[in-house]
């Protein structure tokens, strides 16, 4: 399966949405995605995971790379995530204490942005 990712500009903040499965061949094209928006000075991060079907540990370790270049930079990165299957992948890993995880665009743009 394909990686779609889209990303917008909200009160502030850069919401990056992911669809599909996060896995060894797709996590380089997130990394390039968050990259971007990082380069660019949005530092101010969401990433929405409510389309993403699938997440390896090989896409966990872009998020976390990710989370400590904007961290860095006095910046943040939310993660958006409903999916119980995803939940569990954060959980196990121990992941769930480490990134902020909220159920909505528009709580995590609000958390993002205030932090």
Same mark, same amino acid.
């Given at each position: 399966?394909?990686?779609?990712?889209?990303?917008?500009?909200?009160?502030?903040?850069?919401?990056?949405?992911?669809?599909?499965?996060?896995?060894?061949?797709?996590?380089?094209?997130?990394?390039?995605?968050?990259?971007?928006?990082?380069?660019?000075?949005?530092?101010?991060?969401?990433?929405?995971?409510?389309?993403?079907?699938?997440?390896?540990?090989?896409?966990? /370790?872009?998020?976390? /790379?990710?989370?400590?270049?904007?961290?860095?930079?006095?910046?943040?990165?939310?993660?958006?995530?409903?999916?119980?299957?995803?939940?569990?992948?954060?959980?196990?890993?121990?992941?769930?204490?480490?990134?902020?995880?909220?159920?909505?665009?528009?709580?995590?743009?609000?958390?993002?942005?205030?932090?």
């Amino acid at each position: 399966m394909d990686l779609a990712i889209s990303t917008t500009e909200r009160k502030g903040g850069t919401v990056v949405t992911v669809g599909g499965e996060i896995d060894v061949y797709t996590a380089p094209l997130l990394r390039d995605a968050l990259d971007q928006q990082i380069t660019a000075g949005r530092v101010r991060l969401v990433v929405d995971l409510d389309a993403v079907d699938f997440l390896d540990s090989t896409g966990l /370790g872009v998020l976390v /790379g990710r989370l400590k270049l904007v961290r860095n930079q006095s910046g943040t990165l939310a993660i958006v995530c409903t999916k119980e299957r995803i939940l569990k992948v954060f959980r196990i890993t121990g992941l769930d204490k480490v990134f902020t995880i909220l159920d909505s665009v528009d709580e995590a743009v609000t958390v993002a942005t205030e932090a």
